[in-house]
């Protein structure tokens, strides 16, 4: 898949998951990767460089994802926001949903299901 | 037991939209489990055969199981089993999906077994010899006399099961679990921890010296780490964030409870003296020993 053009800003507080998504991206050509480690810097980071999709764990010190989601989406309605989190439960998934996330996904890191996340957002956006 | 909430499978299949999957989560509390759902998730009848028996429905005033039986589809005692079985929560929101046709019945047998083929742990993972090992662990863990509370019981059968499963899915089966250990206090040499809230406390942790955190990261990830850097200590806090996801998974599956997970803790050379007792099982591995820990 290439990704080139496409930037991306993942923010989750384990450098190991953002490692194997910063691979993931490289490896599909993607040269706009934003890192951050909390919410607070996620919504500082989506102001400054506006960025296509994000990925925001929800399980974070200082400000959890879904309250940066919620900050996120009131500066930008539009934004395209992918939650994750090792525990998948509904209630995670409610509250990822209500907050206005496009998708979830749920850990270990797995390339299939960032690249079907990927595919549709394209189909979201009306094709490649 | 399931490794990915069948709410999350279904949006990642594309076969329901978060719009759906939301209605579904808020209405779960209003809907009954109809036989015909229940029938195909225990295998008694396809798709095809309930449909049949729904569009007899619409020509005779019938039950469901009745008409079943009449049709060769179920016999009387299956019939009872399935009135009275105590069935995983995702069929609840699988009834609603259906219902409100967001689903199709075909849709719903296929993914159900696509999912349970997929992330349904079973104790068959254990080999007959580890999972004697596991379970003589856990009779010996209920000797304790904090342990008469049956719920608490059940939620820490639940989660040790799980987590040697985990272990043996992402790190390997090379290892033999020694008898549980109570102290009042533990000198932390590399410790992950994870706090669990909610419906159910439990705080977990593994301990373990540099070389074991090294070795079993670099398992867990598939890398060679040669030194105790970030990556490690992340690689770590991953699994045990992992594990216990999974069983935020399943207790909000099997007994609708729903739990908190906090972010994961690495520490190193404290003394641990938690407000109450401490457990630790130590398991030891090829490459060396890694202790268990529960606070309850």
């Not at chain 1, 989750?12 to 691979?23: N, P, T, W």
């Not at chain 1, 810097?41 to 764990?57: G, R």
């Not at chain 1, 309250?67 to 409610?94: C, P, R, W």
């Not at chain 2, 209920?142 to 992402?170: A, G, K, P, V």
Request: net charge negative; aromatic share 12%; hydrophobic share 40%.
């Amino acid at each position: 898949m290439n990704l080139k053009g496409l930037t991306v800003l993942i923010c989750d507080d384990s450098i190991l998951f953002r490692k194997q998504m910063k691979d993931f991206f490289t490896a599909n050509n993607c040269t706009s990767i934003i890192e951050v480690t909390d919410g607070q810097e996620a919504i500082d980071a989506y102001k400054e460089n506006k960025p296509d999709i994000v990925f925001l764990d929800i399980i974070m010190p200082n400000k959890t994802g879904i309250e940066a989601i919620k900050e996120i989406i009131s500066y930008d309605s539009n934004a395209y926001i992918v939650m994750f989190s090792s525990a998948g439960t509904h209630q995670y998934l409610k509250d990822a949903i209500l907050a206005g996330a496009h998708d979830f996904l749920q850990k270990p890191f797995d390339p299939y299901l960032v690249e079907t996340i990927i595919e549709k957002y394209f189909l979201s956006q009306g094709g490649n | 037991m399931y490794t990915q909430f069948f709410g999350n499978f279904l949006l990642n299949k594309h076969l329901i939209t978060p719009t759906q999957l939301m209605d579904a989560i808020q209405n779960k509390k209003n809907i009954h489990l109809k036989l015909g759902v229940l029938a195909i998730h225990n295998g008694y009848m396809t798709a095809e055969e309930v449909e049949q028996v729904h569009f007899k429905q619409t020509q005779i005033d019938k039950r469901f199981g009745e008409i079943a039986i009449e049709e060769g589809f179920l016999n009387k005692q299956q019939v009872e089993e399935l009135l009275h079985t105590q069935t995983p929560d995702y069929l609840l929101l699988s009834q609603i999906l259906v219902d409100n046709g967001y689903l199709s019945m075909e849709q719903f047998q296929n993914a159900m077994l696509e999912y349970q083929s997929l992330y349904e742990l079973t104790e068959l993972d254990f080999s007959h010899e580890q999972s004697n090992k596991v379970n003589a662990l856990i009779r010996e863990f209920y000797e304790f006399d904090e342990l008469n509370d049956e719920n608490l019981r059940e939620m820490l059968y639940c989660y040790i099961t799980l987590l040697f499963n985990t272990i043996i899915r992402f790190v390997g089966d090379d290892f033999t679990p020694y008898p549980i250990i109570k102290i009042g206090a533990y000198p932390i040499n590399w410790c992950v921890s994870q706090k669990i809230a909610g419906d159910f406390s439990l705080h977990t942790a593994l301990d373990m010296d540099e070389s074991t955190l090294i070795s079993f990261a670099s398992r867990y990830v598939g890398e060679n780490y040669t030194s105790n850097n970030e990556y490690v200590r992340s690689s770590m806090e991953d699994f045990i964030n992992l594990n216990n996801g999974l069983f935020a998974v399943n207790i909000s599956n099997d007994y609708s409870k729903s739990l908190i997970l906090q972010p994961p803790l690495t520490e190193n050379d404290v003394l641990f003296v938690p407000k109450a007792p401490l457990y630790y099982i130590p398991i030891q591995f090829t490459f060396g020993t890694v202790n268990v820990m529960f606070v309850i």
